[in-house]
């Protein structure tokens, strides 16, 4: 498969589960953490999903397209391995919804580098949130939920915290 049908691919797993995420968490109170905001296409994408909702977003140096970038109060810059567990000190688990998306799309990279982030994804999540991932979350409090229908094994990953 192409990098180009697999990009294709990632894109639109990614559309199904945070359509079905947002729908899982439709009217339960809490606030909604994107980690990683890239281009902003899922930030976007979430904002127009959850009206309304406090989006946090995480980004170690933000470059979106100027129409996704977050309201300077729901951004936090600098390296998530620092700023996630400073926002846990502050907030709680306090997300009902969190989606990960922060890897770099070389495995042998992501496995070293984000062998911090389960730990740190479950602290902020509260007791039945949905956690969403591009990138397998292994942690006690995470227990992996099915996909939506149409999303391939491996293509994306869901869990809801457990307490």
Same mark, same amino acid.
């Given at each position: 498969?192409?990098?180009?049908?697999?990009?294709? +691919?990632?894109?639109? =797993?990614? %559309?199904?589960?945070?359509?079905?995420?947002?729908?899982?968490? /439709?009217? @339960?109170?809490?606030?909604?953490?994107?980690? $990683?905001? $890239?281009? $902003?296409?899922?930030?976007?994408?979430?904002?127009?999903?959850?009206?309304? %909702?406090?989006?946090?977003?995480? /980004?170690?140096?933000?470059? *979106?397209?100027? +129409?996704?970038? *977050? *309201?300077?109060?729901?951004?936090?810059?600098?390296?998530?391995?620092?700023?996630?567990? =400073?926002?846990?000190? %502050?907030?709680?688990?306090?997300?009902?919804?969190?989606?990960?998306?922060?890897?770099?799309?070389?495995?042998?990279?992501?496995?070293?580098?984000?062998?911090?982030?389960?730990?740190?994804?479950?602290?902020? =999540?509260?007791?039945?949130?949905?956690?969403?991932?591009?990138?397998?979350?292994?942690?006690? @409090?995470?227990?992996?939920?099915?996909? *939506?229908?149409?999303?391939?094994?491996?293509?994306?990953?869901?869990?809801?915290?457990?307490?």
């Amino acid at each position: 498969m192409s990098r180009l049908d697999s990009f294709i +691919r990632r894109l639109e =797993a990614q %559309r199904t589960v945070l359509n079905w995420a947002a729908s899982a968490i /439709e009217g @339960k109170d809490g606030i909604v953490l994107e980690l $990683g905001l $890239g281009n $902003g296409r899922t930030y976007d994408h979430l904002r127009e999903l959850l009206p309304g %909702r406090a989006i946090h977003v995480f /980004e170690r140096n933000p470059q *979106p397209n100027p +129409r996704s970038m *977050p *309201p300077e109060r729901f951004l936090v810059v600098g390296d998530m391995a620092q700023t996630l567990p =400073a926002f846990g000190e %502050r907030h709680g688990a306090a997300a009902v919804l969190v989606h990960v998306d922060v890897t770099t799309g070389a495995p042998e990279r992501d496995i070293i580098a984000f062998s911090w982030l389960p730990a740190h994804t479950a602290a902020l =999540a509260m007791t039945g949130a949905i956690v969403v991932s591009g990138w397998p979350l292994e942690h006690d @409090k995470l227990e992996a939920v099915p996909l *939506p229908e149409g999303v391939p094994d491996g293509r994306y990953f869901a869990y809801r915290r457990v307490a």
